[in-house]
């Protein structure tokens, strides 16, 4: 194949990796049904919210082995599954919610789901590493993008449907979706040729190529490893303690500025809030992880880290609505610029080479943060943000002792 229809074919299966994370992100609005079955079943907060514990720790521990898979048997099987496990899940989610059962909704959204999601986020970003050697930021940013915004269609959306026709039905509908776009994007996903570089591309000096990169073993015995791994864990842990209590928290503030208003308007708002937090979630995973194609990744962490620290610190004093989702907006954006700007942190790190598992197994940083994050904030509330805030604090120090790791030549 031509050096011109190669350049095409990665661009398509960019195109195909948003699609996929489109969908996949949708778990972000889990804030949206938490609600609505709690008062349905008359389940309590925190065993409904171990839902979304259980989800996001499945996902981290799954793309960790799904990027190992990647590097076996390819990304296409490995996406494939994950697409229709994350569909089927969904699909039981909806059954959970009619016949009420909570472990059925821990088996169908927490775990068979979360095994699809992590199988089918891991893979398109190994993939684009390795087909993108020369935007690297700016094309994990536009994949993870996708992630971001997908809660931005579930928060919008689905409150109505919920309203309209309930959590079990709004679940059918979604699995049927997710079942025939993420299998069908996961079609067009392929390597490229072993050795291939993009026309004109000259690695620079500053990564690791593709020949000397590292292997997980020798990768995971440098500290650099686990100080990015902390970085992602930290990061992560904020934000999705934050996502996991946002539209509750957004109802919060919107009742003390506009006494009154009534549940389902107020539960309306919620869901805007959070929609329109989630566009931002996903547009910072595109401007952080391009911005750090010119400043380097390290400095990105760094500004994400200080700015994030301050506005927790703040957030709990805020009592207007506009300011809190300005807020929300921003912390989300940080957020999402963490995952975007981690898979080139870490290629630049340690190479491309074996990049599925390398950072495949450090995603398991996102399985820690899914159960710490979201049990802070739904077992000391008032105390969370400024938690939250010591956590962003501890990871800027991390950031600002970090050094590439010495090529191995030179070790």
């Known amino acids: 194949m031509s050096n011109e229809n190669l350049e095409s074919k990665r661009w398509i299966i960019a195109i195909a990796a948003i699609v996929m994370q489109l969908c996949l992100g949708t778990v972000y609005a889990w804030s949206v049904f938490k609600k609505p079955l709690m008062m349905t079943h008359g389940w309590a907060e925190t065993p409904t919210q171990a839902t979304m514990m259980i989800n996001m720790a499945v996902i981290g521990v799954?793309?960790?082995?799904?990027?190992?898979?990647?590097?076996?048997?390819?990304?296409?099987?490995?996406?494939?599954?994950?697409?229709?496990?994350?569909?089927?899940?969904?699909?039981?989610?909806?059954?959970a919610d009619q016949v009420g059962s909570l472990w059925l909704l821990y088996l169908g959204f927490g775990i068979i789901g979360g095994l699809g999601n992590g199988f089918g986020y891991v893979t398109p970003i190994a993939t684009l590493i390795r087909w993108f050697p020369d935007k690297r930021g700016l094309v994990t940013g536009l994949a993870v993008m996708g992630f971001g915004a997908g809660a931005f269609f579930m928060g919008k959306i689905a409150p109505a449907m919920v309203i309209d026709m309930g959590v079990a039905k709004t679940f059918y509908f979604w699995g049927v979706i997710f079942l025939i776009l993420v299998t069908g994007a996961a079609q067009f996903y392929k390597n490229p040729p072993k050795g291939w570089l993009p026309a004109g591309f000259t690695p620079p000096a500053t990564t690791v190529s593709a020949a000397d990169s590292f292997t997980f073993d020798e990768a995971v015995k440098r500290p650099?490893?686990?100080m990015l791994?902390?970085?992602?864990?930290?990061?992560?842990?904020?934000?999705?303690?934050?996502?996991?209590?946002l539209s509750p928290m957004a109802q919060d503030v919107i009742k003390k500025s506009t006494p009154g208003?009534?549940?389902?308007?107020?539960?309306?708002?919620?869901g805007t809030i959070l929609a329109i937090a989630s566009i931002f979630n996903g547009l910072g995973r595109l401007f952080w992880a391009s911005v750090?194609?010119?400043?380097?990744?390290?400095?990105?962490?760094?500004?994400?880290f200080a700015t994030q620290a301050i506005l927790y610190i703040l957030l709990p004093q805020i009592s207007n609505d506009l300011v809190f989702t300005i807020i929300a907006c921003y912390l989300l954006a940080c957020y999402g610029g963490g995952f975007a700007t981690m898979p080139p942190f870490t290629a630049d790190s340690f190479g491309p080479g074996y990049i599925g598992k390398v950072y495949g197994i450090m995603l398991t940083a996102w399985a820690c943060a899914g159960v710490v994050g979201p049990l802070v904030f739904a077992q000391i509330p008032k105390q969370a943000l400024h938690v939250a805030a010591g956590l962003l604090i501890l990871g800027f120090v991390i950031a600002l002792i970090f050094k590439r790791p010495t090529p191995k030549a030179k070790a």
């Open 224 to 226: 650099q490893w686990w």
């Open 229 to 245: 791994w902390s970085m992602l864990f930290l990061n992560v842990s904020a934000g999705l303690g934050l996502i996991s209590q």
């Open 292 to 304: 750090s194609d010119f400043i380097g990744r390290r400095m990105v962490f760094l500004t994400m």
């Open 62 to 95: 799954s793309a960790a082995f799904g990027g190992t898979l990647v590097d076996k048997k390819g990304p296409r099987f490995v996406a494939t599954i994950g697409g229709i496990l994350f569909g089927l899940g969904t699909l039981l989610a909806g059954f």
């Open 261 to 270: 208003i009534g549940t389902a308007e107020l539960a309306m708002a919620g």
